[in-house]
């Protein structure tokens, strides 16, 4: 029986393959357990802290108050004949705002002239007679009746005198008030009365215009019970503590300064808070009692802290965190508690020490107890490079 030998001419090229894959894997095997492929570790940029003189700083809102003002109202009744000046305008003090008629006041003013000239003229008549009476008294010429009357004549018409010299006193005034002028310099609002009216003085008399001083002006802000007792000292002892004011409208980057005035005497027992006055200059007029205004209060003097670059911060969920290097270049992580901002940067209160390297770059790349090479910079490049980017 013969038999019949297939060949089949793919075989040797299937084994060929096979041997190819084989020797690839078993390469790439050799190849990943060679040392050289370890990546070696990263480089990162780190700030060694070092305590720093700041001044630390509080936020409120405040609203801007008139550190004067006045309501001006007549003193004197009559019609108003002159409205002098124009609404928003700035006023000097001193000068004239308003016009009531003067006439009857005038009158007035020379009627009590007469009366006193009257009263003048019968005190000098009292007075001779006393003198006659003195004489004759001696002389037992006359009674001491005649004599007491004639003393008494003259003290009376002495004290018309001073009476009559009084209601002069009074008209002149009362024409002086017919001339209303601008008690402080300022802004004057509206003219809430024109010419033609008739306005009566005393309790109802109606508000004419009024006028705001604005080349100073207060902010009145509410401080918690913690802050007033860290800083009164410091106010009682005359130091001058810090305040910044930026409108709520306004550009934040065009602050003004002042310094705290005073602290009221007791506290909103409601709120829990005490109201705090600080004055600033308004030179170029910008600023209107009545706005709102953002606050920063800073201490009375510089403190020495510790600082960290905000890019060095990181956040997992509420808490807040930085990766320093150890003595044997091991990233590790460290929780931290922070206070304001200063110039880039964050008031450390607790959790790092004078000398930590904080690692500022990369933190998303960089793993707990994971081995870097630390380069040192300054704060300064960190925070003038976060600015660039």
Known sequence: ???????????????????????????????????????????????????????????????????????????????????????????KKGQPLFVIDPRPHQAA??????????????????????????????????SQSLYDSALSANQVAQADVKQAEAAVNQAQINLDYAHISAPISGRVGRAELTVGNVVDAGVNAPVLTQVVANDRLYVDFNVDEASYIQLSPSVKSGQKMPVDLTLLSGDAGNAYHGYISAFDNRFDTASGTIRARAVFDNKDGSLTAGMFAKVRLGSANESGALLVPDRAIGTNQSKKFVMVVDAQNLATYREVNLGDHYEGQRIVLSGLAAGDKVIVNGLSHIRPQSPVVPNVVSASETIKVASVQ
């Open 1 to 91: 029986m013969n038999r019949k030998i297939i060949s089949y001419p793919f075989f040797p090229a299937a084994i060929f393959i096979l041997m190819s894959i084989c020797g690839v894997y078993y390469s790439s095997q050799g190849n990943a357990a060679t040392p050289g492929a370890v990546p070696p570790p990263p480089s990162v940029d780190v700030v060694v802290l070092a305590p720093q003189s700041v001044r630390t700083w509080a936020n409120y809102s405040g609203r801007l108050v008139a550190v004067e003002s006045a309501a001006i109202k007549p003193l004197v009744g009559g019609i108003i004949q002159q409205v002098l000046f124009e609404e928003g305008q700035q006023v």
């Open 109 to 142: 003013l020379q009627r009590a002239q007469a009366q006193l000239a009257t009263a003048e003229s019968r005190a000098r008549l009292a007075q001779d007679e006393l003198k006659r009476a003195q004489q004759l008294i001696g002389s037992k010429l006359v």
